[in-house]
C-alpha cells in the first residue's frame, strides 16, 4: 500500500501558471514536511499522466495522486498502461484516483457518452485489470487505485475494486460513514477545504466563489442532500450553513482541528484544498503555513 501520510495538498494551482514558475513552486512543496501527498484534478486541465510525470520528475520526497483522472478521458489500456510506466519509473509514488466526471464534460466538451455510472466505473476497472502490457515489469499490476466515491454503492465499488476511495465535498460525519462501508485497511482520503480568513463575510465569499460550480452537479448535490443538507442550503450560492460545514475558514490555529476532524471520523489521508480569492493564484505561502500548522 502506498504511504500517502496523514496529510496532502490538493490544488488546481499547477495548471493555472507558466510551467517555470509552477515549477519553483513545486519544489518548495517538495521541502514542505506537513504534505505527503500531492493531488491534482484533470477534468480540462493538463493531461493527468503528463502532469503526474512532471510532478514526480521535479519532486524527490512527494507523492502524487489523480483528484481524479476521468474514466471517459482515455480508454482502460492507456490509463493502466500510464500507469504502470509512472510505477516502474517511480516506484511507490503514484496513486490513481478515478472518478466518472460529470455527463456535461464528457458529452459537451469531449463528445463522449455518459452512461450509467456504477456500471461505467466496474466495466472501466474490468477493462484495466485486463490491459495488456508488453514493457517492463510485463506483470506489472494496475494499483495503487482509489475511486472517487460519494454514495455507499460507489465506496462498495471501491471497496471491492480499489485500494480505498477519495470522496469530495464531505463532512466529517461522511467520513465516519464511508469508513464503515469500506472497513479496515482501505485508504480513505477525503478533501477538505480551507481559508485563511478570519472575517466572516469575507471568508465565505471566497469559499462561495469556489463552491458555485459544485452546487449544481448532480452527483455533488445528491451527495450533500444525503449529508443532511437542504435544497435551499444548497440554492443562492449555499447558504452559511452548508459553506461553514464545507468550507473551513479563520485563523491557522482553528482551520487544524476542521482538517483533523476527518482523520478522528476515521480518514488515513485529508487532502488539504487552501482556497484563495483568485483561481490562478499560486499561495506558496499559505501552504507553508498550513504546512508547518499540520506537523511540519
Not at 519553483?24 to 501527498?37: I, N
Not at 493502466?80 to 503514484?94: C, I, S, T
Not at 452537479?217 to 447558504?239: A, E, I, T, V
Amino acid at each position: 500500500m502506498i504511504d500517502l501520510g496523514r496529510i496532502g495538498l490538493w490544488t488546481f494551482a499547477f495548471d493555472r501558471q507558466p510551467w517555470p514558475e509552477a515549477r519553483a513552486a513545486l519544489e518548495e512543496l517538495d521541502g514542505m514536511r506537513g504534505f505527503g501527498c500531492l493531488w491534482f484534478p484533470e477534468a480540462t486541465n493538463r493531461n493527468a499522466f503528463v502532469n503526474a510525470t512532471l510532478f514526480l520528475s521535479n519532486t524527490s520526497r512527494l507523492k502524487v495522486a489523480t483528484g481524479i483522472a476521468p474514466i471517459h478521458n482515455r480508454d482502460a489500456t492507456a490509463t493502466a498502461n500510464g500507469q504502470r510506466a509512472l510505477e516502474a519509473v517511480f516506484p511507490h509514488r503514484f496513486l490513481l484516483g478515478l472518478g466518472v466526471s460529470h455527463a456535461w464534460l464528457v458529452e459537451d466538451v469531449r463528445g463522449g457518452r455518459y452512461g450509467p455510472p456504477l456500471s461505467a466505473m466496474r466495466a472501466y476497472l474490468d477493462a484495466l485489470d485486463a490491459a495488456p502490457y508488453t514493457a517492463y515489469p510485463e506483470d506489472a499490476p494496475v494499483r495503487p487505485r482509489v475511486i472517487a466515491a460519494l454514495g455507499p454503492k460507489m465506496l462498495a465499488v471501491a471497496r471491492d475494486r480499489a485500494d480505498g476511495a477519495h470522496p469530495y465535498l464531505t463532512t466529517p460525519e461522511h467520513t465516519a460513514g464511508a469508513r464503515a462501508v469500506l472497513g479496515a485497511g482501505k485508504i480513505l482520503a477525503p478533501d477538505q477545504k480551507v481559508v485563511l480568513e478570519t472575517d466572516p463575510a469575507t471568508a465565505r465569499a471566497i469559499a462561495r466563489k469556489h463552491l458555485a460550480g459544485y452546487l449544481g452537479q448532480p452527483n455533488y448535490r445528491n451527495s450533500l442532500l444525503r449529508q443532511g443538507f437542504s435544497d435551499d442550503d444548497l440554492d443562492g450560492g449555499g447558504s452559511d450553513r452548508l459553506v461553514d460545514a464545507i468550507v473551513a475558514w479563520g485563523s491557522i490555529d482553528s482551520l487544524v482541528p476542521r482538517i483533523e476532524a476527518h482523520l478522528d471520523a476515521g480518514a488515513s489521508h485529508v487532502a488539504v484544498q487552501l482556497l484563495t480569492e483568485e483561481w490562478t493564484d499560486m499561495p506558496v505561502e499559505g501552504w507553508r503555513r498550513l504546512s508547518d500548522a499540520l506537523g511540519g
